[in-house]
């Protein structure tokens, strides 16, 4: 019987995406407009406080397609304080306009087994740590989808052996690899947890990356033989103080 891979695991993650009800947005005042960003502002300021400590880390973002106009990452310690981050946005009156559209929940993690050392258990190292617990870069662009492993008669990932799937997610570190510096990856799990096995979050300076690693990918056997794609979502950062700028009529 194939043996499972023990994981490591490091912060909760929540996608939440929302739609914006610009009609309602639109029929309420200028000062009542007003008062809701500034409020939605300190909101943020909380969530800053949490990344500077390094308890936390947050991020916001412009979906560009139709799915969700905004996309909220928040990434915890615990599920109670995700689900506290949502209802104090919810409670908010911008919480009102914020439509829910899509959420995802998932935890980051890593295998101890290490794909670069074939055979050997992963240290512990600062790097491990920091990558279970990563303040997200604040680049441009993020790209969400969420994934899972074939389970098919003739390719079942999870009926292979430890040492091939080890040898398997080797080869797709090392196409990975080539993309340093132009995308960066968290890697979620969220078997138990939500409709598919993971989460794979992008960041880039530039979308066409998604594109490029996406596809570069498709060919690596891990992905062409056993990998199965939900929607994807795309958006553009938005910095704390853009808010106001963005929701100006
Ligand atoms: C930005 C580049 C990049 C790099 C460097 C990278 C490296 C690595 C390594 C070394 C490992 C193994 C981790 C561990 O836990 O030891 C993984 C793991 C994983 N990845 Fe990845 N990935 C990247 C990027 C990257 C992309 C673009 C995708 C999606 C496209 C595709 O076609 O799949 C992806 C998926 C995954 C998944 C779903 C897992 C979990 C797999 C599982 O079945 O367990 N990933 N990934």
Redesign the pocket.
Known sequence: MAEA?V?VDGWSALHDTRQFDWTSWKSISEDERNKAIQEFEELIKQWETVEENKEGSHSIFKVVGNKADLMFIFLRETMDELEEIKRAINKSVLGDFLIPAYSYVSII????????KAGED?ELSPYVKERLRPIMPKWEHACF?P?A?RREPEAN?FAIEKEE?TKL??E??M??????G????I?T?SIGLDEW??G?T?FAHDPLQ?KK??YE??F?E??TK??E?GDFIMGNYLAPDELADYLAL
Request: net charge positive.
């Open positions: 891979v994981t993690e890593m295998t101890m087994h290490d794909p670069m992963r989808y994934m492993r990932w799937r997610l080797y797709h570190g196409t990975g690899r080539k993309y340093a132009k995308v960066k990856e890697i799990g096995e993971w794979v992008l998604f690693i996406v990918m498709r690596d891990v992905t056993y990998a794609f």
